[in-house]
């Protein structure tokens, strides 16, 4: 039998037993209360070729849009996203035995314009059990709902390691040892920063820090993890969690900072984007705005406190999961990579480094995923590209963006200027409960049309 990359990831040397432990009861029949659309905000756009209107020299409040109007002039798409959106909130003839979500969060920008913002479901739903909570004391989804990135976080990371390319402070094709010698094992001294971004190291997915005395131990058994069994690096797309780990500590080498320090003076502030960080307990003021993951009996209801097992154990900052944000926040972040490297007229990254970045450097190589036989190895250094599992009919071989397995996904199209952040808790209230790629198609073919 095989364990599954999602074993490999929450349990470390536990693996087995933990699976085994996470098929909880079901509560007994469950009603599955259909929510409404909440929260819905759409920007108008203007006709093709209409001139651009100036903004008013008024200091008065903006006048509001009538309904009928935004609804005329909105895109074909935003009534089949939330059609879709709202599908999946029951049962449906693909995931006939519970809802494939509690809630869920979309945001569409096109030319950098909000084209749609829609909020469905609930961001609690269930208490640990899982039990379902009465309707009374459910906490409705909003547009500025904070969810779990999980391995959307990795993104951020190559961000930070570009950023120190773009320094001269790495060489991305160079060995990750020579900056990291406690990089160690049988076969990994030659791997490079570029191959870890790209996933063909063959590291494994996961890393086993499970049962260790204190951080420092975990962090130990990080940077050691070994190669997988028959693994050359360089030759074989294999995702891997452990990659972007051992990244997030070379950004902490170089930069002097902790991973979200280092997110928040690199990324975040500059950006301006205030709801995106680690640790949201400590900085969500309003904390009905976070959104739960888990609620299985294993650990108890999740809110605010990563889902992914071994970033939980590593403190709840690591290099592949752990950062938290909103769908807006995260549009920006795809906005960035689509407009070269500035936003709102700051420069993170040069136009050459980002270019490289968002360039297929896995051609001809040969993919292994057990979870998505179908999937290529194409890969940018940091991204997915082209991969139709979850950019449906929106994938092309310029297409890039990145999942989280908590239920989360940035897609970035450039031939159309559109970036589309799908965010759900699809985790909550087990994850065992559905598959995430069946929405993120979904939702993507409907945004294609």
Same mark, same amino acid.
């Given at each position: 039998?095989?364990?599954?990359?999602?074993?490999?990831?929450?349990?470390?040397?536990?693996?087995?037993?933990?699976?085994?432990?996470?098929?909880?009861?079901?509560?007994?029949?469950?009603?599955?209360?259909?929510?409404?659309?909440?929260?819905?905000?759409?920007?108008?756009?203007?006709?093709?070729?209409?001139?651009?209107?100036?903004?008013?020299?008024?200091?008065?409040?903006?006048?509001?849009?009538?309904?009928?109007?935004?609804?005329?002039?909105?895109?074909?798409?935003?009534?089949?996203?939330?059609?879709?959106?709202?599908?999946?909130?029951?049962?449906?003839?693909?995931?006939?035995?519970?809802?494939?979500?509690?809630?869920?969060?979309?945001?569409?920008?096109?030319?950098?314009?909000?084209?749609?913002?829609?909020?469905?479901?609930?961001?609690?739903?269930?208490?640990?059990?899982?039990?379902?909570?009465?309707?009374?004391?459910?906490?409705?989804?909003?547009?500025?709902?904070?969810?779990?990135?999980?391995?959307?976080?990795?993104?951020?990371?190559?961000?930070?390691?570009?950023?120190?390319?773009?320094?001269?402070?790495?060489?991305?094709?160079?060995?990750?040892?020579?900056?990291?010698?406690?990089?160690?094992?049988?076969?990994?001294?030659?791997?490079?920063?570029?191959?870890?971004?790209?996933?063909?190291?063959?590291?494994?997915?996961?890393?086993?820090?499970?049962?260790?005395? @204190?951080?420092?131990?975990?962090?130990?058994?990080?940077?050691?993890?070994?190669?997988?069994?028959?693994?050359?690096?360089?030759?074989?797309?294999?995702?891997?969690?452990?990659?972007?780990?051992?990244?997030?500590?070379?950004?902490?080498?170089?930069?002097?900072?902790?991973?979200?320090?280092?997110?928040?003076?690199?990324?975040?502030?500059?950006?301006?984007?205030?709801?995106?960080?680690?640790?949201?307990?400590?900085?969500?003021?309003?904390?009905?705005?976070?959104?739960?993951?888990?609620?299985?009996?294993?650990?108890?209801?999740?809110?605010?406190?990563?889902?992914?097992?071994?970033?939980?154990?590593?403190?709840?900052?690591?290099?592949?999961?752990?950062?938290?944000?909103?769908?807006?926040?995260?549009?920006?972040?795809?906005?960035?990579?689509?407009?070269?490297?500035?936003? @709102?007229?700051?420069?993170?990254?040069?136009?050459?480094?980002?270019?490289?970045?968002?360039?297929?450097?896995?051609?001809?190589?040969?993919?292994?995923?057990?979870?998505?036989? @179908?999937?290529?190895?194409?890969?940018?250094?940091?991204?997915?590209?082209?991969?139709?599992?979850?950019?449906?009919?929106?994938?092309?071989?310029?297409?890039?963006?990145?999942?989280?397995?908590?239920?989360?996904?940035?897609?970035?199209?450039?031939?159309?200027?559109?970036?589309?952040?799908?965010?759900?808790?699809?985790?909550?209230?087990?994850?065992?409960?559905?598959?995430?790629?069946?929405?993120?198609?979904?939702?993507?073919?409907?945004?294609?049309?």
């Amino acid at each position: 039998m095989s364990i599954s990359r999602r074993t490999a990831l929450l349990t470390g040397l536990s693996a087995v037993a933990a699976t085994a432990g996470c098929r909880s009861p079901e509560p007994a029949a469950p009603s599955w209360q259909q929510a409404a659309a909440t929260g819905d905000a759409v920007a108008p756009i203007a006709p093709a070729g209409a001139a651009p209107t100036a903004p008013a020299a008024t200091t008065a409040a903006p006048r509001a849009v009538p309904a009928d109007v935004a609804q005329a002039l909105a895109p074909p798409y935003v009534a089949r996203v939330r059609t879709v959106l709202t599908k999946y909130l029951k049962p449906t003839t693909d995931n006939p035995k519970h809802p494939g979500y509690a809630g869920a969060v979309a945001l569409v920008l096109v030319d950098g314009k909000t084209t749609l913002h829609t909020a469905v479901g609930h961001a609690l739903r269930y208490k640990a059990g899982p039990v379902e909570l009465p309707a009374a004391k459910r906490v409705a989804m909003r547009t500025d709902s904070i969810f779990d990135l999980a391995s959307i976080t990795k993104v951020y990371t190559a961000l930070l390691v570009l950023q120190l390319a773009d320094q001269g402070k790495i060489d991305l094709d160079a060995p990750l040892a020579g900056y990291l010698p406690e990089f160690t094992g049988t076969g990994k001294g030659a791997i490079t920063i570029a191959q870890l971004l790209a996933h063909t190291s063959a590291l494994p997915v996961g890393a086993k820090v499970t049962g260790l005395a @204190n951080n420092t131990a975990r962090w130990k058994a990080v940077m050691t993890t070994p190669l997988v069994s028959g693994g050359v690096p360089g030759t074989t797309f294999r995702y891997s969690s452990v990659g972007l780990m051992v990244l997030g500590r070379l950004v902490e080498k170089l930069t002097g900072k902790t991973l979200d320090k280092a997110v928040r003076d690199a990324i975040t502030t500059p950006l301006g984007l205030k709801d995106t960080g680690f640790k949201p307990l400590t900085w969500v003021g309003d904390k009905q705005r976070l959104v739960a993951t888990d609620a299985r009996s294993s650990r108890g209801l999740l809110r605010g406190t990563v889902h992914d097992d071994v970033a939980n154990n590593l403190g709840g900052v690591a290099g592949h999961a752990g950062i938290f944000a909103t769908a807006k926040d995260v549009a920006v972040i795809g906005q960035l990579m689509l407009d070269g490297g500035t936003y @709102n007229g700051k420069r993170l990254l040069s136009a050459a480094i980002l270019k490289k970045a968002l360039t297929n450097v896995n051609k001809g190589k040969k993919a292994i995923d057990l979870e998505r036989p @179908n999937r290529t190895a194409d890969h940018g250094l940091g991204v997915e590209m082209n991969q139709s599992w979850f950019m449906g009919k929106l994938a092309s071989p310029t297409s890039f963006g990145h999942t989280g397995f908590a239920g989360t996904s940035l897609l970035v199209v450039p031939a159309k200027k559109m970036v589309v952040v799908l965010l759900t808790n699809r985790a909550h209230p087990n994850w065992s409960w559905s598959n995430p790629d069946t929405h993120r198609v979904a939702v993507h073919n409907a945004v294609n049309g």
